[in-house]
């Protein structure tokens, strides 16, 4: 089976910085996804991390660790538009589809 | 690269029709792509895997005969909603699979059965 855990909610000012961690649980691991997904759209790719570690992209950065079955998403210089879900993915089998929680709904205010 | 296209982006129609929805890969071949649902404030839900040239694998509790999945080249995957009904209005999402373990989704489709 599969689980994951994140906050169902967070808010935050703009330009603030603001991590929302994951945890989760699967059989078979083959990489953990971070999408975002904007109300009434489909989500967007974020990161992808497959190794332990963090992957730094622009504003977002993404953190492993596979001991301990979690991950965070750090959004840093907060921006109105980066009001949304952000959902985590853990890919159990290679070549099967990603299961997704309910994600994390950020609201981003002035 | 890896853009995914759907078609149409919203459909209205009565009820007891079918409806087909299009999912194509732009830029790259796909054998496996996925649809998803999504009911307002809810998560995605899985509802078949497709591969090219074999039949769609079909999550518990949807039933294959009213989705219908046909994945017949490498960069179109197609949905068919028969016989739709006011509770089958949806937002359907499809996903392919590209570069490596990345799924990229289309834009998705609206759904609405009157």
Same mark, same amino acid.
């Given at each position: 089976?599969?689980?994951?855990?994140?906050?169902?909610?967070?808010?935050?000012?703009?330009?603030?910085?603001?991590?929302?961690?994951?945890?989760?649980?699967?059989?078979?691991?083959?990489?953990?996804?971070?999408?975002?997904?904007?109300?009434?759209?489909?989500?967007?790719?974020?990161?992808?991390?497959?190794?332990?570690?963090?992957?730094?992209?622009?504003?977002?950065?993404?953190?492993?660790?596979?001991?301990?079955?979690?991950?965070?998403?750090?959004?840093?210089?907060?921006?109105?538009?980066?009001?949304?879900?952000?959902?985590?993915?853990?890919?159990?089998?290679? $070549?099967?589809?990603?299961?997704?929680?309910? $994600?994390?709904?950020?609201?981003?205010?002035? | 690269?890896?853009?995914?296209?759907?078609?149409?982006?919203?459909?209205?129609?009565?009820?007891?029709?079918?409806?087909?929805?299009?999912?194509?890969?732009?830029?790259?071949?796909?054998?496996?792509?996925?649809?998803?649902?999504?009911?307002? *404030?809810?998560?995605?839900?899985?509802?078949?895997?497709?591969?090219?040239?074999?039949?769609?694998?079909?999550?518990?509790?949807?039933?294959?005969? *009213?989705?219908?999945?046909?994945?017949?080249?490498?960069?179109?995957?197609?949905?068919?909603?028969?016989?739709?009904?006011?509770?089958?209005?949806?937002?359907?999402?499809?996903?392919?699979?590209?570069?490596?373990?990345?799924?990229?989704?289309?834009?998705?489709?609206?759904?609405?059965?009157?």
């Amino acid at each position: 089976g599969q689980n994951i855990d994140q906050p169902t909610e967070m808010t935050a000012t703009e330009g603030a910085i603001v991590q929302i961690n994951c945890t989760y649980q699967t059989s078979g691991f083959n990489g953990l996804f971070w999408y975002q997904q904007h109300a009434g759209e489909a989500p967007t790719f974020l990161s992808y991390n497959v190794l332990d570690g963090l992957e730094e992209k622009g504003r977002f950065s993404s953190f492993l660790s596979r001991s301990k079955g979690y991950s965070y998403l750090l959004l840093k210089e907060l921006q109105m538009k980066d009001s949304a879900s952000y959902l985590c993915a853990p890919l159990g089998e290679a $070549g099967t589809a990603l299961i997704f929680g309910k $994600g994390t709904t950020l609201s981003v205010s002035s | 690269g890896a853009v995914v296209s759907q078609h149409p982006s919203w459909v209205i129609c009565k009820s007891g029709t079918s409806v087909k929805i299009e999912c194509r890969s732009l830029d790259f071949q796909a054998t496996t792509m996925f649809w998803y649902r999504q009911f307002p *404030k809810q998560s995605l839900m899985l509802m078949a895997t497709s591969n090219e040239g074999s039949k769609a694998t079909y999550e518990q509790g949807v039933e294959k005969d *009213k989705f219908l999945i046909n994945h017949a080249s490498l960069t179109l995957s197609t949905l068919t909603v028969t016989s739709a009904h006011p509770e089958d209005s949806s937002f359907y999402i499809c996903s392919a699979m590209g570069f490596g373990e990345t799924q990229y989704f289309g834009p998705g489709t609206r759904l609405l059965v009157l």
